[in-house]
């Protein structure tokens, strides 16, 4: 049985009523099953206040091909949780679950099943076009950068020197972009169809990449200062772009105004805001906590120059969340307009040891954008499993690595060049198709569809390698791109990965951008890989189902996948060949009136065969190739 035999079911809108859910919503759901797949009669299984509860679904529509089904979800827990019984007699075992993972022939734990949330989603602009991210240092200078006095931590840094990959240079490399420098480059972002500018830290801290903030209360003068941030922000929007700024929630720097207040006065209210070693909950001694400093305080991951703020404080809550003139407030407002936050060390944030308050952190911050900017986004890093941070009312979206970057370059990279990219002390790379289909999936069904329609999916970013660095060629990173593009999420492209920028670690791949070649090319301009990331990312904005569609697999080889992107309206074909396969043939019904159309092929790889006949439609064995069609 081939993949599209299976039943299927996913949370887009050609199975789930759009929109928000409400309690008490009573939400038709449907599951799509093809008559291959031997089924006799189907059931939705729902689980209530704890205890499951099994009702049967309703022939909606009998095909030529494939069945439909609808059965109600009662939504009344948030989330509410469901999953598809169906009938095979003449199958071993006679059922089948259907959840988010998959098809079932046995019992299977409710974490992989469908969800329902009453949570608003994720805005609409979020996942329109490709998230840009810009490393404010390394992106452009404007005219005013050379009239800024160099600070005593910097080191300066000529425009084209490469970036050191390890310390003691690395956070003090100053190349001296700013955010007029930004501004000035905005043509570029719209060339490349992005629709949202998302910016690491601008606040001013003791280091190139400022997640070692000394104040949240002004943008670093050197980049411009605070009228910079509003210039920026009112000519990316007078362009219809959106602006994403970076805050550290879960510490500040060492040089903080509150740290230093909370250092030389223990009765100060910044004292609380915190984690001191031997207070309440916090041991005396431990990894995070580095005993050459005194007095002896918590800090992250062991770094004694980013203390850990102590959710615990009310004060910290005001100043950070609730006070008019909070650092997640004030930037929101006129003049700066801010259109939302990435949050930094996300799934750190509010723990430590027994205290957990994550959840609250999110649903909080969540509270308070969208109160001040009904569009408002929130998103938030994690680079492993975050799963249980994303039930749907907090963030919007994480930073997928898990779910999409680690499966992806676990697929296309070498593992002869030796990057540790999983973070693992073991070499990985080249894994086959059916373990970075299996990933993806896992992570995907254990969040909210909603959720994961609007996971910044990433190849690279400023704290990997980078992606040309990863997968060794133009041609193999034209094939993760058009994974990037073409998979549910947001596209979110880290400057210069579009024009082949190099780097062998997060520092090192902090590189500046080649603006002298951008017209002709070179060395630091790769032209056609920039040809490569511009056409599919206007191929993504300018398709619904690429966008919004739901998610088929077609096929899942070792050397190859296809999947089907649908909406009501529109069916995409997609096929990422690594290297030379078997080929596959799929069902003829898939097709509408007219012949498939070729909406993308490969530039630096080749295109897939696809031909139409009596027996299907048939895909050829090439590789490596990369084809998007338009089916129906």
Avoid at 210 to 217: L, V
Avoid at 243 to 257: E, I, P, R, S, Y
Avoid at 293 to 314: E, F, I, M, N, R
Avoid at 441 to 449: I, K, L, T, Y
């Amino acid at each position: 049985m081939s993949l599209l035999d299976q039943p299927h079911h996913d949370g887009s809108a050609g199975y789930v009523p759009a929109g928000q859910h409400a309690v008490g919503d009573v939400v038709p759901v449907q599951v799509r099953v093809p008559h291959a797949a031997g089924v006799r009669g189907a059931w939705m299984r729902t689980v209530r206040d704890g205890e499951p509860r099994v009702v049967e679904a309703r022939l909606d529509h009998a095909g030529e091909h494939e069945d439909t089904y609808v059965a109600d979800v009662v939504v009344h827990n948030q989330p509410t949780h469901y999953r598809f019984l169906l009938g095979t007699p003449a199958a071993p075992g006679g059922y089948r679950w259907l959840n988010g993972a998959g098809v079932h022939d046995h019992d299977v734990p409710d974490t992989g099943d469908f969800r329902l949330t009453t949570a608003p989603p994720a805005p609409a602009w979020l996942g329109a076009g490709t998230v840009y991210q810009v490393f404010p240092d390394r992106f452009a200078r404007s005219a005013r950068a050379d009239e800024r006095e160099v600070p005593d931590w910097a080191e300066p840094t000529a425009w084209d020197t490469e970036p050191a990959p390890h310390a003691p240079l690395t956070g003090r490399q100053l190349y001296g972009g700013d955010l007029d420098g930004i501004a000035e480059h905005l043509d570029h972002l719209e060339d490349l169809g992005v629709t949202t500018l998302y910016m690491t830290p601008i606040f001013p801290g003791r280091s190139n990449h400022r997640y070692d903030a000394s104040t949240f209360g002004s943008v670093d003068p050197l980049l411009g200062g605070d009228e910079a941030l509003a210039r920026l922000t009112a000519a990316a929007h007078a362009r219809g772009l959106r602006v994403m700024g970076d805050v550290t929630t879960n510490h500040t720097g060492l040089g903080h105004d509150w740290f230093a207040t909370a250092q030389q006065d223990q009765g100060s209210p910044e004292r609380g805001m915190f984690l001191w070693a031997g207070s309440d909950g916090v041991p005396a001694a431990g990894a995070d906590i580095d005993p050459r400093h005194q007095p002896a305080y918590v800090s992250w991951l062991g770094h004694h120059t980013l203390p850990k703020l102590d959710w615990a404080s009310d004060e910290v809550w005001r100043r950070m969340v609730d006070a008019d003139d909070s650092v997640i407030a004030r930037w929101l407002q006129a003049p700066y307009e801010l259109d939302g936050w990435r949050v930094d060390v996300a799934n750190m944030t509010g723990r430590y040891a027994a205290a957990d308050r994550t959840h609250e952190v999110a649903r909080r911050l969540r509270e308070r954008i969208t109160g001040l900017r009904p569009e408002g986004a929130l998103i938030g890093e994690h680079f492993h499993d975050y799963t249980g941070d994303l039930p749907g009312d907090g963030w919007h979206a994480s930073m997928n690595y898990a779910g999409f970057s680690r499966p992806v370059w676990g697929w296309l990279a070498d593992p002869a060049a030796g990057y540790n990219h999983l973070g693992l002390p073991v070499p990985y790379g080249r894994g086959p198709g059916r373990a970075m289909v299996a990933v993806m999936r896992e992570f995907a069904s254990r969040v909210p569809w909603q959720v994961a329609a609007a996971q910044w999916n990433i190849l690279g970013s400023h704290d990997t390698p980078r992606v040309r660095t990863l997968l060794g060629s133009a041609a193999t990173v034209e094939l993760a791109a058009a994974m990037l593009y073409a998979y549910p999420g947001t596209p979110m492209l880290f400057a210069g990965d579009e024009t082949g920028a190099v780097g062998s670690n997060g520092e090192h791949a902090r590189t500046t951008m080649a603006w002298d070649q951008a017209a002709t090319g070179g060395a630091r301009w790769d032209l056609e890989t920039y040809g490569v990331f511009r056409s599919l990312s206007r191929l993504r904005r300018d398709s619904g189902a690429l966008r919004d569609g739901g998610l088929r697999w077609a096929v899942v080889d070792d050397d190859a996948v296809a999947f089907l992107r649908e909406t009501p309206d529109e069916r995409v074909l997609v096929v990422v060949a690594r290297g030379p396969w078997r080929g596959a043939t799929l069902p003829s019904w898939l097709l509408g009136a007219q012949a498939p159309e070729l909406l993308y092929g490969g530039s630096l790889v080749g295109t897939p065969s696809l031909t139409v006949g009596g027996d299907g439609i048939r895909l050829g064995g090439d590789g490596p190739a990369v084809g998007v069609w338009r089916l129906a």
